[in-house]
């Protein structure tokens, strides 16, 4: 237990069982801390496996923690959208018995050939005659292509389903699904083909959050620990708003107010101009959360200047928006008492 307080950097060593990022907030975290919800995961695979009109396709780049990638197959996602030899290797190591789906259009000959031989991918996209001319030389053996070559007609719709962010509140992702099954049943090829899609935020963005901690402000900016090259790269680099919430005891009587954050590096590039809304009286020591940060938060991050996150903890409290059940009103606050 010494060994992972220390770890953490908390005041005083975790307790068994956390349940809150209000509860991680308490111990007082010098580097942000990772909260990690499985259940959040859980209930977004489920969703889609029993509610699209299709099969689900896992895009691991958005999230590749091998931990997340065995919760999706625990609830039935059986089939993953790989890019690169590195994901391939990934899965394949991760989980033995999925199918892997190689959806990069332009890929290297000798990845093809490591996928096909060496990990049993059978299914590789491409856009041109030019790739599909590079996937039969790659997977020939003997000087003759593959015997066991297939043309299959699929619709893959692709990925890009919303999640919820502020300003960002998008319609139930089951009409989305109405409007995907009804042009599909239109098609002429529908009595014949299988229909996909290749969900990547949808499953992961409410499965992890970030507690930061406020090291300084200036009027509407506030420093944080972490930034545009940590967990924020999208804030700072799309303008993505993710959701905050002030994490303290004591209650907020001020109005809020919009600020925008800037990360420990000093860079330039280390800007997230939001707008966050939170409490007008936020003050150097507190701690605020940033929600919805499953996809691609954990994926894109670095360590530049040597600047990381501290622990990954998993915790049981609610995601602080959610596109598949109801969440606690708390959660909804921009002050979360401790």
């Known amino acids: ?11 005083t060593a975790p307790p068994v069982g956390v349940s809150s990022a209000a509860e991680i907030a308490k111990l007082r975290p010098v580097q942000p801390v990772t909260l990690l919800r499985p259940h959040a995961a859980r209930r977004a695979a489920r969703f889609f496996i029993e509610k ?80 599909l001319d590079k996937i039969l030389r790659a997977t ?9 070559l297939n043309l299959v007609d699929i619709v893959d719709v692709g990925g890009g389903f919303p999640s919820t962010y502020p300003g960002m509140e998008p319609p139930p992702l089951e009409t989305y699904f109405d409007v995907i099954h009804r042009t599909f049943e239109a098609l002429p090829i529908s009595y014949s083909a299988e229909l996909w899609c290749e969900p990547g935020r949808a499953l992961c963005a ?15 900016e506030l420093y944080i620990n972490d930034g545009a090259y940590g967990a924020l790269f999208d804030a700072a680099h799309i303008g993505w708003r993710y959701p905050v919430a002030l994490v303290r005891e004591e209650d907020s009587s001020v109005r809020p107010m919009a600020y925008s954050f800037y990360g420990p590096t000093c ?3 280390d800007h997230m101009a939001g707008p966050f809304e939170l409490p007008a ?33 998993i915790v049981e409290d609610e995601p602080m928006a959610s596109l598949y059940g109801a969440v606690a009103a708390t959660r909804r606050s921009n002050v979360v008492k401790l």
């Open 1 to 11: 237990m010494h060994k992972h307080h220390r770890a953490l950097g908390l005041a």
């Open 52 to 131: 699209f009109p299709g099969r689900s396709l896992y895009a691991v780049k958005a999230n590749p923690s091998p931990e997340l990638l065995e919760l999706l197959w625990a609830e039935g996602v059986t089939h993953y959208d790989v890019a690169s030899l590195g994901e391939v290797k990934l899965v394949a190591e991760t989980l033995p018995g999925a199918t892997m789906c190689f959806m990069h259009p332009v890929k290297a000959e000798e990845a093809i050939g490591e996928a096909y031989f060496t990990h049993g991918v059978r299914t590789f996209s491409l856009d041109t005659l030019d790739e």
């Open 140 to 148: 020939a053996t003997g000087g003759e292509p593959a015997t066991d």
């Open 206 to 220: 409410e499965y992890a959050s970030v507690l930061v901690r406020v090291e300084k402000r200036r009027g509407a």
């Open 267 to 269: 860079d330039d590039l």
């Open 281 to 313: 009286d936020v003050q150097p020591g507190d701690y605020i959360e940033v929600g919805m940060l499953g996809a691609y938060g954990c994926a894109m991050r670095t360590v530049f200047n040597g600047f990381t996150v501290g622990e990954r903890v």
